[in-house]
Each structure stands twice: as C-alpha cells, then as structure tokens.
C-alpha cells in the first residue's frame, strides 16, 4: 500500500518537477537539453552492462573525479555511465571526463523512468554519491540483482525520522543489497538504525577530500595574479547567488571605504547570471572588469567579474582570502575543501548545510571564519588582509585537516571488486 502511495504522488509531482526545468530554460537553454533523459529515454544504450555513478551537480560531479578515474584505469573494459540532475554538473563532467564517460540526465523515480533508463544504460554495479533517497530505483536495482553502494553515505539525526518513513519502501534492499559507505561511525550507526544491514555497513570517509590539485594551478594562478593585481591585495567571492552579491558588494565597499585597497574576484555561481551581477556592480558604482573582455585591470579597478566556467579553482590560487558562497543565502554552502586545500583562510556564512560535516571541522580547527552581514564580512576580510601571519596560520590549518582526512577513496575502491564480479 506505502509504495502505491508513493508512486502515485510521485506522478503528480513528477508533471511540476518538469514544469520546473522549462521554466529555468527560460533563463538558461542548457535545462531544455535531452529531456527525453529525465524520462529514461536517451541516446546512450549500451549493450554490455556498465558501472554507474550518479552526482547530483558541480560539487559531487567534482568530488566524483578521483573515483571515475580510478574505476576507469582498474576496470577499463567496463563502460562508465555518469548521470547528473543539473546542466551545470553536466556542463563539468564533459570538461573533466569529455567522452571517456558517457553521460545522462538522471530519471525521475518513476517505475517507467527508471525501467528505461536501466533498460538502456544496463548497470552493473551503482554507486551514488551522498544520500539521495530514491525509493523506486532503489528497488528497481534489488529486484534485478544490482549492487547499489551509497558512498559517502550520510543521515544527520534530525533526518532519521524522515528516512525511517520512507525505508518501507525500499527495505529488502536496504537489509540485504545497498551497501553503506559512510563518512563517519555516527552516520553509519545512524543508517544501521533505520534498517541497513550491519555486515553491509561500513565507515570510509568522505572521498570529497580525495580531490587532487593540479600541479600546475599554483603557478597558474600567480599568473592570474600578475595580469590582474600585481600589487594588491585580493579577496575572492567564489560561487555566489543572487541577493548574497549585494552582502558581498556591500563588504567590499566598507573594505574600500576603511582604505583598503583590495581587489574583490566575484564568481557567480550560474553563468546565466553574469550579465545581471554586472549590471548589479553598475548599480553599486563600482570600477569593474569582465574575465570575458578584459585581460589585465587598473589600479584604480575595484573588481573582476569572472564571467567564464572552470576558473574558480585557478582564482582561489590567485587570491588571500575566500569567501565561499551559498552560505549568506539558504542554498546550504558550497565546497569549503577547495580553497582550505590550497591553504586559504576562509570566511563563509552561516548556511553550510549541504556539508556539515566538513563545515564543523574546518569550523572546529580555526580555518573557517563564519559571519552572519556585510559588517561582519567586512570586518573578517580586513584582519585577515592586514595580518599576513594570521593569514597563513588559518590557511595551514585548513591544509592541514584536508591532509589528515584524505584516503576514502581507497576505502570506497576496497568495497567494489566483490560486488562487481
């Protein structure tokens, strides 16, 4: 009865959820791109059954690339299929793997969707990335025989009962085939609470510290530095949303005001919305540059929009300071590793709940610097800039624990030759 319940709201939400991605296409054509996909359709149909690896966006797509790559170089006879959910985690896979991978929109969990899509793709083992609870694919892959691993499994306690609701619906294959790669043992208690089998569940980590740092990316962002502010100081706002530019913009011109004279790197996380944060620095007077149209800036120059994708990383490098965005707005933050692993200390808002985990720690280890207004941003980005010592203390410390908490990947890679056959 639960899973009729279910799948019949899951059709009528379904019909909104689409509705949903037209009206983003609107704004940005890339969501009308295979639609057919999100319904099971699609041009990938492969005939020999492959490995599956779902990230829901750019930061799982970016966590995932150590992991494809190892799947990729121990099983290369084997194809490797990647879904996403957005067109940007898209838009990243195809610049990390190009077509060495092949690439999907995930399905919605519909009994139709999904028995498309594994009809077409033939899975042979699945691994997805954090938690996302989909009852019916879940199902789907006990009742054929597949092995599903959740890597870097976790379930905070405030989302038990909600997990314990739905695991009727998937609860043979919870007991018997998911295998729980959990990133602490409070997490895996946790998943052995709601049904998972214990021998089944095991604590690996998180593989989002596993990521590697280009070799090259610290000369190249001191190349960046040179053509941009070869004499100042640089602060970096890095994937930023919409009402959290003006907090930011607002900071940058106290920061100005105290006498500062810093450059402020402001990356918008969607590129739909480039022309609109320009035209958001118009309003606020500011002297600007555009990544896209200028390749030096003045000295008088009091911000570089970066209006161009893949860069990010390579402008943490350039810079002193990071505020790391979705965090002044309820998105959940954005991925504090990347620049705590080059050493940056980093200020972010309050709202981190898309890694908590990772959030408390560099919190707890004095990396991450946490502030609630354009006041308190400003006043975090000034001590941090005219204190070089403190500068690079806080940063080190951030190196440091991503350090210590690398080697999940090898724990997750550990768990799938049995699976595999």
């Known amino acids: 009865m639960l899973r009729l319940v279910y799948v019949a709201l899951a059709r009528l939400i379904a019909p909104f959820a689409f509705a949903v991605v037209l009206w983003r296409g609107l704004s940005d054509r890339s969501y009308w791109d295979r ?14 059954r492959c490995i599956w690896v779902h990230a829901v966006s750019v930061g799982e797509v970016q966590a995932s690339a150590a992991l494809i790559r190892a799947l990729r170089a121990r099983y290369p006879e084997i194809p490797l299929v990647l879904t996403t959910v957005t067109p940007t985690g898209a838009a990243r896979a195809k610049s990390l793997f190009g077509d060495d991978v092949y690439h999907s929109f995930a399905p919605y969990d519909l009994p139709g969707s999904v028995r498309r899509f594994f009809d077409r793709v033939q899975p042979r083992l699945a691994i997805i990335l954090e938690t996302e609870i989909w009852p019916t ?3 789907a892959c006990g009742k054929r025989g597949i092995p599903l691993v959740l890597a870097s499994a976790r379930l905070s306690q405030r989302s038990i ?10 609860r043979q294959t919870l007991s018997h085939g998911i295998v729980i790669a959990a990133q602490s043992e409070g997490d895996a208690e946790r998943f052995r609470s709601i049904g998972a089998n214990p ?28 053509q941009y502010a070869p004499a100042r100081l640089v602060w970096i706002a890095g994937s930023t949303h919409a ?8 900071a940058h011109e106290r920061l100005l005001a105290s006498g500062t004279d810093a450059l402020l790197v402001l990356v918008p996380r969607h590129p739909n919305r480039f022309d609109d944060v320009a035209a958001n620095l118009k309003r ?36 002193d300071v990071a505020f790391v965005g979705g965090s002044l707005v309820p998105i959940g933050g954005h991925n504090l590793l990347e620049p705590a692993a080059l050493g940056l200390p980093i200020v972010s808002g309050p709202n981190t ?4 985990g990772i959030a408390r720690l560099l919190i707890e280890v004095g990396a991450v610097q946490t ?24 940063g080190e410390r951030g190196r440091a624990t991503v350090e210590a908490n690398r080697g999940a990947l090898e724990r997750l890679l550990a768990l799938v030759p049995p699976l595999i056959g």
Not at 243 to 250: A, F, I, K, Q
Request: no cysteine; charged share 25%.
């Open 353 to 356: 709940y898309n890694a908590e």
């Open 243 to 250: 009402g959290e530019e003006d907090v930011v913009l607002d």
């Open 35 to 48: 639609l057919g996909e999100r319904f099971g359709f699609g041009a990938v149909k492969l005939k020999e």
């Open 284 to 319: 606020h007077g500011l002297i600007f540059v555009r990544r896209s149209r200028a390749q030096t800036a003045a000295t008088d120059t009091q911000v570089l929009l970066v209006d161009s994708l893949g860069e990010l990383m390579t402008f943490y490098a350039a810079a």
């Open 371 to 394: 502030v609630h207004s354009a006041a308190e941003l400003a006043a975090s980005v000034a001590g941090l800039l005219r204190d070089p010592e403190t500068r690079r203390a806080t």
């Open 137 to 139: 694919l879940f199902d």
């Open 199 to 226: 021998d089944r569940t095991h604590v690996t980590g998180n593989i989002k510290f596993d990521f590697q740092v280009a070799a090259t990316l610290a000369a190249d962002g001191a190349k960046l530095r040179a």
């Open 161 to 170: 009962g909600r997990y314990r609701r739905l695991v009727g619906l998937f």
